[in-house]
Nanobody
Framework: QVQLVETGGGLVQAGGSLTLACAAA????????MGWFRQFPGKEREFVAR????????YYADSVKGRFTVSRDKIKNTVTLQMNSLKPEDTAVYYC??????????WGQGTQVSVSS
């Protein structure tokens, strides 16, 4: 079973940048997309960004377009999220996500991102 290991969370001031990285360790199986979700306290997990593993097409939530960039390394089986111009409302736990097939997915353990005003 694949394990997703996330790194790069932390505390940053508003307007600053952070880079999250996620490495897939173990057998990944099929890979349709890799990407990121986030969860605010007391809220449902929400989509942030994803990249199609094969074609590299990228998708973003409207709230992060123009500020966040998702990328992948097909050799290392990693996905990164470059987050610029961070806002206090970006404060959340960020989760790495793999969509293996239409019906199967994997999640990382989550990493905290905190943006101070």
């Amino acid at each position: 079973q694949v394990q997703l290991v996330e790194t790069g969370g932390g505390l940053v001031q508003a307007g600053g940048s952070l880079t999250l990285a996620c490495a897939a360790a173990g057998p990944t199986g099929d890979l349709l997309t890799m990407g990121w979700f986030r969860q605010f306290p007391g809220k449902e997990r929400e989509f942030v960004a994803r990249i199609e593993w094969s074609g590299g097409i990228k998708y973003y939530a409207d709230s992060v377009k123009g500020r966040f960039t998702v990328s992948r390394d097909k050799i290392k089986n990693t996905v990164t999220l470059q987050m610029n111009s961070l806002k206090p409302e970006d404060t959340a736990v960020y989760y790495c996500h793999i969509q293996h097939t239409q019906a199967t997915e994997s999640w990382g353990q989550g990493t905290q991102v905190s943006v101070s005003s």
